[in-house]
């Protein structure tokens, strides 16, 4: 292989925590857009595990497009109904026969899309309060295909690019943060009434910090309205609480200010399962979180969806994926960097591990000459290992969204 | 009231037992159109016994369409797969708002339908290999209307017709007879293989009587084609066995004429979940067994499908279940009466219990005038303790395909 | 060939005519369960004529299922709105490669099911109404099967029978009749108002014959509850003037007999589009009329779904169509026939020109081994000639329901 | 009112044309994605239009999910056939009741897709090669809102923000003018053989620019692998024309990169109707353009999907537009101002006219304290005018992907 075309140049711009003005959001994983990205990736690991079993390798396929439709719910103080199931359309094509091997691709599919919603909106039933559609495009491949796949490294499936950045400004890491504890299994232990749907809006202006929460609650375990009033009151006070820890800087923290307590259940975020996708939210893959987790207008940002799109040849998801832990990496192992922002190009069919170019940004504070060569080392060598973002999307260890 | 209309009349026609050529057909409770009568059927009872906890009557609902779309499958000896999800679509419309209260309907329906799936169709996974969707109209009801509802007879829904004979033929038995052992519980142990999805057609040519009958096997019970023929030997010599119990005539019995063995698992009735639903044959509610559980072309028939209409007001349903019922007790308890064809004709808006004509034909060896006196006095009996039907039904004491 | 199994017996039962009541039913054009007959059957010719043009004969299909689920409307008197569109499934299996050659069968189904609506329904818009979807099973044919398709005389898709009678009695007459006239041309333009959706029942106690009408209107065209009045009254006098002309019996004629006058447009059976599909009547094919036009439980009737069947070798249709021909030659040409029922039993895969048995029924005032010799060449001619009734079925000649 | 929070501040970042690497991207508005986004917005503006029409003012609605899931095809030289049609979702929620009135809203909804498709991808029908459903959620208002709806200045619908900036960096301007070209009437008449889907990436590497264009054909138009490839020359010179006309750099343009051209109709991107959305590419709303026409890695960008979000009060939609007008405005009326970026912040319920902040940043080589003071000038215009953005996207006189 030619040298790779690794570029590093420096990232000129105002650092971001010196901008007066600093926007971020999180979409908690119980709303309707996460859930809709969630569904589609744990779908494509649970293929590409079913492929690797039977194959030893993964089949192509991408489940990265699922239309979540809302239903209709009654909620009520100590418990209501959900009228008319949310509808969930799984949408995508996989490979369902291998030589004379045909895979159940819709069972694993259905499978995989119950569990996941199981184990994530705890309040939310999937046989019934759910309707899970499959409309899955068909593919087929012959078993010397297989064999062929196992050992070289993949072409890149389109011409497209992966952005990523670090590290995270202190917004950001608040952002993620605020919604982490709200949906952690510790929280949901000691507060049950805390529904998966939150979404966090972090603002900067200059030194002040608002943090704008939307949480919802679930309304078996919410007896009246002064009950839901003290769960949002333990929300604000913890993380009032958390904020010191990540920023010196003041932090208001405002929870569902759309509320209207005197209309009673009709007035606030009540919900029967946790998710406003049960009441008119409805949500479809890729338009929430990127896969830092966040939404950062004020940083650049990739379009594609990463979640459920397969991790052997998509680069709008390898490329993402790597591009932030580049960056990660970057920014931890290099000293007196700042800020760093990486960007991967492909060219469509060219090997995977050799972008038409990586373009690395830096801000640093020390040598620039000497932070360039190390970040073009870094960049080389994670390139070279470009399949272990590949074995740790499979094993769920990296997130899309 | 008035003295209801009831006629009794000679039944004046070819005992059922001398005519030349008897054809009579029953699809197995595994048989795509049967299936969709079952869940349909389900579902109303699951909803009747939740208006009764609730309201303490039954509340407006027909779910007496169901229409189900095959999958794809590809059996296999060993154990093959359902590649696309068999698809269910539950259609009808139910009251969903009572006053202040609301009920899930759909919640409800899905859930019943899946237990009856699970409990009927012991080898089709209702989570995984198929995909149920309800379009249910909704509806809503005051509470004064159910207070009424409580006390009163209920009028006709429409003007429509109930239709049911006595006693049942040999052909008829046996061929009811026929698919109870195949779709037993204590068959089901014995030979795991053998699949719900069957389909008896009794044939009466003079004295012989042919039983053909197409009976699925399920492909993980199944090791190779000699195990498969093994099973229907099984199946045709147990049936051999029972014949004589039923009748004297010399009854012949094939089993999957359509084979073609050579071929392999493509030329047999070999399936993975023991019904063609898998892979083919769609299905709909009423298209079957009447409630009869037969289809009789020589005998009188309605064209309703009973399963999944309401208990309460349909007469649809409940005039053919009853009309059936009258039949049989006439039959059984009047001496000499040989054959009974009974026809109830219901008025739009008039109660139940006084339907505007009841139309009773008698075929007697014995005194008519006395026969129709008593014929008489059951029908207005039965009439009288209508509601019972409504009862027997909710509590899943009615076949109603 | 060996001689076919042709069996003519004597008719023993009471002439139609003389039972004391006889109950008939016929659907119209409109009712939501025709809508599913004839959208089936109209794309089913469509795709037998695309086979023929390209391939010189019919391709296996079947789409004999279609589930219609109803919208939700708003009517009023001037012209009130559909909220909700109709939703047809369209549901069944088609060849749709041979050889190399694809054919587009979604296309045409769809576009032979909005020609039908269009031309059926005047008042119901496909395209904007309506969602019309396509769920079929796909097929694929090689071209040498092709070749053999066109000479042999095709063997039968399955074990079934068909049955017919003759001729037609008073009260069946009439209903057929009722519905003609409310649904012809003639009556569409001098009484635009009147809706496709019709349902006549007829009934015969002894001597007197009522017809119960339901008969909808469309909004646009009616001003008023007066107005509505005055269309039922026509309705009701038209077909006062028709039954003369069919029986001497005295013939109450009654029509919309559920309204409710005084609730204005809720209490009446008015409608945006002439179909009760608009809100609330679900429908599928073969839960109405069989082929004879009506559902006549004093009759034998077969359970098979003619609509949308491939009119080649599926004998569900071809065998029921044929029957009620037969019936109704051997009625008019041999002298002194009052009633002929015919039975037809087709053996799977045995040439669908010679049934397992042909059953036919006399009943007759004149000799009846003559009569017995002529019925059974009457059917030998007719089962020879079984290909027209094929051909008239693809060309629209032959009514399915 | 108070005075309006803006901010104006130096926008400190390398100038984008100095920049080493820029990349951009342009989905056609044949590419699934854009289909879904257009369709989107023809339904909310439909929408807009009947609801002033009938109210004087519009009424609450989002339509701005849409799934697209592929077909499948098999293109041919000379005409190929679609074989199972394109299914379109619409979803979203829209006012259906306003005091006693009913509005059609899934009429309307579904003629405004239909006539979006013909106008806008000219083979492909959507009555026969697309199935289009509505999942709307209903809502209802009540006719006082209605009066307070023409007069206020509504809050917003959310906490939210819009992103803009201007001017466009060359790349930028190739990019969406080679889209534009290909896709504009006059090209069509030309060249009929160029279909919609078009996808433009362009990628800028120092001074060397590359433009890589995928550009379906409609294989009705197309004769053979020949004729292909003369269109796909006609394309890349009449680029490499227009290319001066925007920039000095050197621009090579490709063509299809990804064509095996041996390989026949199989090996090109080769389409019945013009978009890829007939085989295998799904889409969705608001993961292709934004209200740029472009995708923007290096620049601020808006998560929010504009397309078919209402008007009125989603400043999701007004805000993202209305930022990028404000910068347009500010870069073409302030001199010296070499780049702007605005960021415009919703309060959910705050009249939209008054965002919580307003923050601009300009790069000027000029006086910055005058150009500060003008952009407030303008700003404050901008958003005192704000509901120009309303009428203006009513009439179509925006672009929103």
Redesign the interface.
Known sequence: MQKRNI?V??L???HIED???E?V?RKGVGHPDSISDGVADAVSRALCREYIERFGTVMHHNTD?T?L??G?S?PKFGG??????I?M?L???AT?HVGNE???????A??AA?EYIRDTILNL?P???M?????Y??GSADLQSVFKNKTAIPGAND???G?GFAPFSEVEKLTLEAERWINSRDTKRRIPALGEDVKV?G?R?DNRITL?VASSQVDKYVSGVEDYIENKEKVKENLEKIAPKITERPVDVVVN??DIEKKGEEGLFLTVTGTSAEN?D???????N?VSGL?T???????E?ASGKNPINHVGKIYNILAFRMADRIAREIGGVKEVEV?L?S???RPIDDP??A?IKLMTDSDFALAQREAESIVEEMLANIKEVTDDVIHGRVRTF
């Open positions: 570029i140049n420096r000129e711009k105002e901008t007066r003005v926007i959001e497009e239309q439709v809302a209709q009654r209501g109904v959900v009228l008319e199931p509808y359309l949408v995508g094509r369902n045909s895979i159940p691709v819709a069972e694993i259905l499978n119950r039933d046989d019934t309060q309707t899970i559609e499959c409309k495009g068909e011409t497209s690019f952005i809006m603002l202006e704008t200010t759309g008119g409805d949500g479809s893959v890729g338009r929430g990127r939404i207008p004020g940083r650049p940002m990739s379009m969806a960007q190009l060219q469509i069919g038409r170019v373009y």
